[in-house]
């Protein structure tokens, strides 16, 4: 079974936030992002090495629900897990919690793999899956 | 049975893409505000009236779907959908599409109604439930 | 002497805004875009045409003055002038107004023409310059 | 004369970037805001501080200098500083540098104080003038 999880931390500006003095719903996508790339970074595979290696990974889909709301200056804690070695998908599970660490947000964004010159879905690179398998029991 | 639709145009803003030269992933939440804004809009309800009432909308959940891209200058179309009048939750369905009219996006939005002074859920208000009931058979 | 003006609405979003219930100052970029957007698609070359030609053109400067709050669902107008024909760099000027026709801010974006291919600053294109000069006196 | 410099790091999101595939120029006003909120709160003065104490800080100009891009995953440094104690204005030098150290950006950004409940300007805050005055020679 794989279990993989990265904490990343990040603290709220007046940019992320809206007039309802709470981060924008619309703003999560970066925090999300944020996440997932901090992830792979500690796997060993910066995501900018999988462009490098002509696979882009464009989001597929999003789940998002909202607890609680983000509010400006807290730091925030984005937990990021992965359950299952890709095979033509990537899904990143993150919980958000805020500075007082209270469940703030749960998301779920997929992934695909894409060869960035054809544009078509390709498998998940071995570079990646491999290093995946190292978190697996 | 509720059926209201209302389709916005948005053209594609630099500030909309990211370096794989499509409209980034994260930047949907705007363009579904926009739809909703404008279909409540022009029911006759503007969403500031709601607020000046003492009600705001935040958003509970979201579910996106990226079928196509959104590539920049397109003109795009975003038609959202209310297909039930909202008891304690309001749900948009937005289906965007590109220039060509060609399907790119769907999304569910869910938000609820909260009053400002307490921050606690209440029920849709009647100057907003009334004029759906226009909308229905 | 040139003298080419193009006004813009734009109504003004939730993600428009900031905790501090109006336009967050750093999303003024987007609206300066649209501006200058608008007012080069109606001369009859829309900015697309011109990275079709090869040539790109990255923001040189920005210098910006807040002179009021833009304030959510606010249709305000973005008025751009050009006031020279270009030699290598484009000056526009931007005036903003709320939607009771108050000046809300002012800014002037220079930008360059830089070969797409090279990464090397141009020449503005005759395509371009050839527009500009049917609104010289 | 006073001097106080704060180096803040941040790593470039593609939710930063544009289709030209560096950060968006309408973005940095977020980067800006990052390194002053940094450079405050180390003086010991968060900035939310000052809002509990019913002072906010609207941004009255910015001038913006693009010298070179910032790309994707870069992770970049913001310089801040301030050179005079604040009456009336405040303002903060932003540069910014790659990941080689290579200039990229230059910035004067010019906040002023205001009563959050009047609405008006007023002096700078004597607890954040005090904790200049330390920087003083």
Do not use: C
């Not at 882009?56 to 925030?76: A, C, G, Q, T, W």
């Not at 749960?106 to 390709?122: H, I, N, S, W, Y």
């Not at 071995?126 to 697996?136: G, M, R, V």
């Amino acid at each position: 079974m794989l279990a993989i999880t990265k904490k990343t931390q990040y603290r709220i500006l007046y940019a992320d936030t809206d007039m309802m003095g709470v981060v924008y719903y619309g703003n999560y996508g970066r925090l999300f992002e944020m996440g997932r790339t901090e992830m792979i970074r500690e796997m060993g595979l910066p995501y900018i090495e999988l462009e490098k290696k002509g696979i882009v990974m464009p989001v597929f889909s999003v789940e998002s629900k909202y607890r609680n709301v983000l509010k400006y200056d807290e730091l925030i804690t984005i937990e990021t897990t992965v359950k299952e070695v890709p095979l033509v998908r990537m899904e990143f599970f993150h919980t958000i919690y805020n500075e007082d660490g209270k469940l703030a947000h749960e998301a779920k964004v997929v992934l695909v793999f894409m060869d960035m010159k054809t544009g078509r879905p390709v498998r998940a690179p071995e570079a990646l899956t491999n290093l995946l398998e190292n978190y697996t029991d």
